[in-house]
């Protein structure tokens, strides 16, 4: 779900050089350095002059992120006064309040196409169960930030959950023209933290996960060659203008129903969250060994419909697999599809994937009128 889009370590000197892969170097101002953090040699960056961060300037790579993972390796040695970690402007914030509290928060709608607020998740009023929590002083620690892009944002200490809100109706918009910042404000020299960092890393949605996963599957001499016609006579419809746009309304209302399904789920809570997550791993591992229509895939299939149905209702599913339906028949995407393979003779595995899940999640059928 995740792509690593930056990494900070602080090895070599008060130099911000992202070891990602993704070239968000920082330039460093007026920050010290010391040659052992949170371990021997580990290097960290220190923030005690209020002109002190490091900048990473926009690129495409923070636009419109979606969903967001951060994790920083600081040291906060004083409170009284809010204590940025990492800020992206108009976009999310990390960062310690003057009691300690340490808050995630991001820069969006409240509901489909409000204006943008910020709103999200803090130790001090969102704690599981009420339990309000406080950084320590003047010791190490690990703080995560995760928005999954749908509806929580959760917020951890030492790996451990410390705030959460499932509430939320939007993903992490696109950063602004200031950029990132780490240890200070995005647009003036406030909220300075007071402290070290370590190490920093930020991840975004993946944007190539779900091309990723399907490619996962092992194809072989036999259905290969009829997935390849499959995509070159997609590709060639996409060439046409009219069948360009019922291709994309298609895949837009496809993603539409699946945003809504999924926030639906992390909107129940930790436990469902967790479930999901138990689901998504254990579906991946049988998609990549196979077989898919195998009697260990028709039992996920099962226990993933049950568990849809008892976390959003059956109605709601109902609902999502209705409009998709409607928009297939819009997108006439069956007259695109190549007449010279047939998937049901060339990838029968496929079909049977396909058919155990259309079972599944048929409406029920209506009760027979009793004159």
């Known amino acids: 779900m995740y792509q690593l889009i930056l990494h900070h370590v ?46 990473v300037p926009p690129r495409a790579l923070w636009q419109t992120p979606r969903a967001l993972k951060i994790e920083v390796v600081a040291r906060i040695d004083a409170l009284g006064a809010r204590r940025n970690l990492v800020e992206g402007a108009d ?25 943008r607020t910020w709103q999200g998740a803090n130790s001090g009023l969102d704690g599981p169960g009420g339990v309000i929590t406080t950084v320590p002083v003047a010791k190490w620690v690990t703080l995560r930030f995760e928005h999954d892009g749908y509806a929580s944002l959760r917020v951890y200490l030492n790996n451990k959950l410390i705030a959460a809100n499932y509430g939320l109706m939007s993903g992490v918009p696109s950063v602004g023209a200031a950029g990132v910042s780490v240890g200070n404000w995005t647009i003036a020299d406030q909220y300075q933290l007071d402290g070290a960092i370590d190490e920093l890393k930020i991840w975004r949605f993946d944007p190539d996960d779900g091309l990723g996963h399907f490619l996962g599957r092992k194809f072989n001499a036999h259905n290969a060659p009829c997935w390849g016609k499959y995509f070159d006579r997609l590709a060639l419809a996409l060439q046409d203008e009219r069948a360009r746009q019922r291709v994309l309304a298609l895949m837009a209302c496809i993603a539409r129903a699946q945003r809504e399904i999924l926030r639906r789920i992390r909107a129940a809570g930790e436990a469902a969250i967790e479930e999901n997550a138990r689901l998504a791993a254990e579906y991946r591992k049988l998609w990549q060994e196979g077989p898919i229509d195998g009697p260990k895939m028709k039992l996920w299939q099962k226990d993933f419909a049950r568990f849809l149905f008892d976390t959003i209702g059956r109605a709601t599913v109902d609902a999502a697999m209705a409009e998709v339906s409607v928009c297939y028949a819009r997108s006439e995407l069956r007259t695109y599809l190549p007449q010279t393979c047939d998937l049901t003779k060339r990838d029968s595995a496929f079909v049977g994937y396909i058919t155990g899940f259309a079972a599944l999640f048929e409406p029920p059928l209506a009760p027979k009128r009793r004159d």
């Open 10 to 55: 602080y090895r070599k000197g008060p130099y911000a050089i992202d070891i990602s892969g993704a070239q968000n170097d920082g330039l460093v101002s007026a920050a010290g350095y010391l040659d052992h953090g949170v371990s021997p040699g580990s290097g960290a960056l220190v923030f005690k002059s209020p002109y002190a961060r490091v900048r």
């Open 91 to 115: 976009s999310f914030a990390l960062f310690v309040d003057e009691k300690g509290h340490v808050w995630g928060s991001v820069n969006g709608s409240q509901y489909p196409g409000g204006p």
